[in-house]
């Protein structure tokens, strides 16, 4: 081959397209001098492996059609452009080889190729230049545009197992697809079909949409107080009389008073109408809004934030509740440290009951209520854990103290606990701090996350707090023109509730109790307030 063509020819390996045209018309200028041969025929295979287009190989060909293919391959030996061509052909490397080997025809002859018969194998190189050099050959450069013609198409089908044919099944096409490229699916090397072992992850990671919530949306306090349902918004009562309002009616007439009465006369006291209290439910609204688009495409995500507002509307709403009781009760009863949390909060509870019955003058069959928040019962096991003796031969074993185990030492003292799951804010008086525990934060220890050394807790009677309950509204999915403006829609939710009290004035009682856990249990005691 003339130096100059195969110099052109080399530069077609890096060419682009509009490149290709320039250079295929220098060659066909200089095809135009050589009148046909193993040149010609080595620069049209040649162009055909680098992927000249028809319309620049056509007017090589135009004369007529080029023979002598095998002479040509037969005369280029090793060193010719044909043999160069085979041998500029790149080897998969066996990373990039398929691990499923394809059925089907392979390449094959389109009924648009000349010199072939349709459907005939194409197994080489050659022999494709061949069909695309009778092909171009057949296409006179001064005839009618023909548009495209197809000379030879590849048709392949991967073998059942790599086949996603379930459009509808989306189960059935992820096990496909996790049988050959999942976490557990074998390993082998596909050129000896042996297992071997890899290193590294070597395709995408399972995806996992499942969003855990761990917070809760229960209400201890609401479930804890006797409801009572008030479908007109809030409800209106009497405060009911104290005993103390009748010591003025009660006298001793004794018989010697009777024999010389003189200006004694036996007290009387008349009975005055009660103050009228009226109570209006408040409402506990939740407003969540979403995208049309999360909603369709996340609904993991959204389900775990709709949860994560119901539950804090819930400590919202509890929050409220311990407001609203305290509103209503005698604050700040103070009591002072002696031992450890455990038995000064016992003390407490005892100090208050006693109290209780004798002002009231109530039954020892008396049941009350205390309200106190859950992780009171896990410092009271850590009070009690960090006491010096123990006796555990019993069946109060102090290393397993349980929940229900903590409920019967306060049901002994007929007080039936409320355990709730939030707290309090400071309040303006200041009396206590914020009753919700501090944010972790590295290098801090776990006793500073504690809110407060003082305990604010309720204690009444029990039934004197009445739940009022006016029903819940939950109007579902809000739409309207400016959400759809936007693609976006809303959730909104009320709970219409509040509490009344319905014991006597100063019948429920705020008490501040020690939060120290310092496992005391047989120091000498200063004196004997609670």
Request: net charge negative.
């Amino acid at each position: 081959m003339p130096p100059e063509i195969a110099a052109l020819l080399d530069r077609l390996d890096d060419a682009s397209h509009d490149e290709h045209v320039e250079l295929a018309a220098a060659i066909r200028e200089r095809y135009d001098e050589l009148d046909g041969g193993e040149e010609s025929l080595a620069a049209t295979a040649e162009m055909v492996r680098l992927g000249a287009a028809a319309s620049e190989l056509a007017p090589f060909l135009a004369r007529g059609r080029v023979a002598g293919l095998a002479q040509l391959t037969a005369s280029t030996g090793t060193t010719g452009t044909v043999a160069r061509m085979a041998r500029r052909q790149p080897v998969p490397s066996p990373e990039a080889t398929p691990a499923a080997s394809s059925t089907g025809t392979g390449l094959v002859a389109a009924g648009g190729a000349t010199g072939a018969t349709p459907g005939e194998r194409i197994t080489d190189q050659m022999r494709l230049a061949e069909i695309m050099c009778d092909t171009l050959s057949g296409m006179p450069k001064d005839s009618a545009p023909r548009g495209r013609v197809v000379v030879a198409s590849a048709r392949w089908s991967l073998p059942p197992e790599r086949k996603l044919s379930r459009p509808d099944d989306a189960v059935g096409n992820a096990a496909i697809i996790d049988a050959i490229c999942g976490p557990y699916a074998p390993r082998y090397d596909p050129s000896t079909g042996v297992l071997t072992a890899t290193g590294g992850i070597c395709q995408p990671v399972n995806v996992d949409y499942a969003l855990e919530v761990w917070a809760t949306a229960d209400r201890p306090i609401k479930d804890g107080l006797q409801p009572f349902e008030a479908t007109r918004g809030g409800i209106r009562f009497i405060v009911p009389p104290d005993i103390a309002e009748w010591e003025a009616a009660i006298g001793i007439w004794t018989e010697a008073t009777d024999v010389e009465p003189g200006s004694a006369t036996k007290p009387v006291k008349t009975m005055v109408c009660g103050n009228e209290e009226v109570v209006y439910v408040e409402a506990v609204s939740t407003r969540i809004g979403f995208g049309n688009m999360q909603s369709r495409f996340a609904p993991e995500q959204v389900a775990a934030n709709t949860n994560l507002a119901f539950a804090a509307a819930a400590r919202v709403a509890e929050e409220n509740l311990l407001n609203l009781i305290e509103a209503v009760c005698v604050k700040k009863l103070e009591t002072a440290q002696h031992l450890g949390l455990a038995r000064d909060l016992l003390a407490a509870v005892d100090y208050a009951r006693a109290a209780y019955k004798n002002i009231h003058r109530t039954s020892p069959a008396q049941m009350f209520t205390a309200i106190m928040p859950d992780w009171v019962k896990d410092l009271i096991r850590t009070d009690i854990a960090r006491e010096q003796a123990h006796d555990n031969g019993s069946d109060f074993n102090v290393w397993e103290i349980s929940d229900e185990q903590i409920d019967a030492i306060f049901a002994k003292r007929m007080v039936k606990v409320i355990w709730h799951l939030d707290g309090q804010k400071e309040p303006t008086s200041k009396a206590y701090r914020t009753q919700y525990w501090g944010t972790p934060a590295e290098g801090k220890k776990l006793d500073e996350l504690l809110p407060n050394e003082v305990l604010p807790w309720y204690f009444f009677p029990e039934n004197a707090i009445q739940y009022l309950d006016a029903g819940r509204l939950d109007l579902g999915v809000v739409r309207d023109s400016t959400l759809d403006s936007t693609n976006d829609y809303e959730c909104f939710t009320e709970q219409f509730e509040s509490i009344a009290n319905r014991g006597v004035v100063k019948g429920v009682w705020q008490i501040l109790s020690s939060l120290k856990a310092t496992g005391a249990s047989s120091l000498p005691l200063a004196g004997g307030a609670p």
